[in-house]
């Protein structure tokens, strides 16, 4: 699944808000240097989905505030 997040480094608070079907606003405390901020979006989103981190990949938008996650579900049984 394929999800848009609108990112927002250095908030006071962290959370997820869904805005749309597949598109997120993400507030993490982290600032964006050095990839801490999509790091840190990266552990939300994948607490948020409730899978590992490594389910959670960055695809497009390591740079930008507009950011596209690919997030790998776990197969429904």
């Known amino acids: 699944m394929q999800i848009r997040v609108k990112a927002k480094p250095n908030s006071k608070k962290e959370g997820i808000s869904k805005?749309?079907?597949n598109?997120?606003?993400?507030?993490?405390?982290?600032?964006?240097?050095?990839?801490?901020?999509?790091k840190r979006i990266t552990e939300l989103?994948?607490?948020?989905?409730?899978v590992p981190k490594s389910r959670v990949k960055l695809i497009k938008?390591?740079?930008?505030?507009?950011?596209?996650?690919?997030?790998?579900?776990?197969?429904?049984?």
């Open 19 to 21: 805005l749309g079907e």
């Open 23 to 38: 598109y997120f606003e993400v507030k993490v405390s982290a600032p964006p240097v050095k990839g801490l901020a999509n």
């Open 45 to 50: 989103l994948a607490k948020y989905f409730n």
């Open 61 to 77: 938008g390591a740079t930008g505030r507009e950011k596209v996650f690919e997030i790998e579900l776990p197969e429904e049984k």
